[in-house]
């Protein structure tokens, strides 16, 4: 299966919390999950991203923790600010022939109130 | 340093007119380059991928086509556009796993 769950659709987090999202996958061949955070009317930026052969990654305020039996990895954000507010994109790649691809989540709306 | 840009920023078009939209990239040779379609408030869909000159690949059959005639250069089109053709397109490359994206663009569809 090459779909890529993302939850929740929207998100709503007190200034200073944790915001969490979360990701399920099935193809096993997946090897590389980036997050990616979209402001209104920009592309999307690299957030942070993971191999399966790490079970968490730490930039700054920002930590992805994988499960790779699970099939799941999920977005930590430390001490949520409103500057985090934006749409995060999950996504896991696949390689194929001389091309990778990435399946994407359907976004998770975020919005950390003041 | 690397650098993606697409043009134009927005663009209101009548139903059934033509459409060009294009995307180029700086600093980097042999890029792998996709278009996006992503509608309000949803996420992503890959139109096409290209690994390299008059390469294209297409994941969704429509009314669109892509070419790419020169090595950094990626060109959207479609003959006659619909309604549905409406939603923010992006041009995004590659280097190694991590996928980068331009600016996109904005196209009405009326």
């Known amino acids: 299966q090459q779909q890529v769950k993302q939850s929740p659709q929207s998100l709503i987090v007190q200034k200073g919390g944790i915001s969490i999202i979360n990701c399920a996958y099935e193809n096993t061949a997946f090897d590389y999950f980036p997050w990616y955070q979209q402001f209104p009317g920009k592309g999307p930026a690299l957030l942070i991203a993971i191999r399966p052969d790490v079970s968490e990654k730490k930039e700054g305020r920002f930590t992805i923790s994988f499960n790779k039996s699970a099939k799941q990895f999920s977005l930590h954000i430390m001490d949520s600010q409103p500057g985090d507010s934006a749409t995060y994109f999950c996504a896991a790649a696949y390689h194929m022939d001389s091309n990778y691809q990435l399946i994407w989540g359907a976004g998770t709306k975020l919005i950390i109130k003041p | 340093s690397q650098t993606i840009h697409q043009w134009p920023a927005t663009l209101v078009q009548p139903v059934g007119s033509p459409l060009s939209l294009e995307c180029t990239v700086e600093g980097t040779s042999n890029p792998n380059l996709y278009w996006y379609r992503q509608a309000a408030g949803r996420g992503l869909q890959l139109l096409f991928y290209?690994?390299?000159?008059?390469?294209i690949s297409s994941e969704v059959p429509q009314n669109l086509s892509a070419s790419r005639p020169q090595d950094r250069q990626f060109i959207l089109s479609s003959k006659k556009l619909l309604l549905s053709d409406s939603g923010f397109y992006l041009c995004?490359?590659?280097?190694?796993?991590?996928?980068?994206f331009g600016p996109g663009t904005r196209l009405t569809v009326t």
């Open positions: 995004a490359w590659c280097r190694g796993d991590e996928q980068y």
């Open positions: 290209s690994v390299g000159i008059g390469q």
